[in-house]
């Protein structure tokens, strides 16, 4: 039985044992979530030199030791050697260290969940290793419901929430006010770009700057250009 989580490791020290492709794969969800990363791998990729260089992460180009997890707080063996992927799972338990071992699900601490992720909006799903094809399929399906529409849409309630509380903010009091956006037609509007329903139902939150922040958001915003692709990290969904 797993406990379902999302994670703040923004600035936190993780590793990664294993530069190949899995262990890029980490290494890229570790960097896109403000982690600071640490790579262990002798023959670094291309791809990984580029990022050391870019600063995103460190790189030590050699066979992994126990004293590499020193100050870790989260790491991923990632190796094509079963046993230096135990090695690592087994030294990281020692110190209390949550470590993932790519494609052992039932050795790890943790897996990653197949995830569709829409800016801020993530959606996880898990089958608990059991069928990563099924993991894949319903990732799938929920990347065609959940559309780029969903960026500006979160953006646009993050944004009124901001001006709510910025006036003493009642929860009581503006919960219909809240649903009627989530369940009502503000979505669809978004989709068809039609600023002026969209400012009109803005109005009773954001009055007179309705239209600029409608235009801001929908039209200006930078997620809604390049939305973010869903992506199941692992290889393998339990991985």
């Known amino acids: 039985m797993s406990y379902p989580v999302f994670l703040n490791i923004k600035d936190l020290p993780c590793l990664v044992v294993g ?72 030294e990281a338990g020692k110190l209390g260290i949550w470590c993932n071992i790519a494609d052992d699900p039932s050795g790890s601490d ?24 099924l993991a894949r399929k319903l990732r799938m399906d929920l990347e065609k419901i959940f559309d780029a529409a969903y960026l500006p849409f979160l953006e646009l309630m993050g944004r009124l929430r901001e001006i709510l509380l910025a006036e003493g903010h009642d929860p009581e009091g503006h919960r ?28 009773p939150i954001a009055g007179a700057d309705a239209m600029a922040l409608a235009v801001s958001v929908i039209k200006e915003h930078p997620a809604r250009k390049s939305p973010e692709k869903g992506e199941c990290f692992p290889e393998k969904e339990g991985s």
Do not use: C
Request: without cysteine.
């Open 110 to 133: 943790f897996f990653l969940p197949a995830l569709v992720k829409r800016g801020d909006l993530m959606l996880a799903i898990s089958t608990g290793g059991k069928s990563p094809a």
């Open 19 to 90: 530069g190949g492709r899995v262990g890029l794969r980490k290494t890229l969800g570790l960097v896109d979530a403000g982690a600071r990363v640490r790579v262990i791998e002798p023959r670094p990729s291309e791809n990984l030199l580029e990022m050391e260089k870019n600063g995103q992460v460190q790189i030590k180009a050699a066979e992994f030791v126990p004293e590499d997890l020193g100050g870790m707080r989260l790491v991923f063996a990632a190796t094509q050697k079963a046993e230096v992927n135990a090695l690592v799972a087994q």
């Open 176 to 203: 219909d006010l809240f649903r009627s956006l989530v369940e009502g037609p503000l979505l669809e509007y978004i989709r068809m770009e039609d600023m002026e329903t969209v400012a009109l139902l803005l109005e």
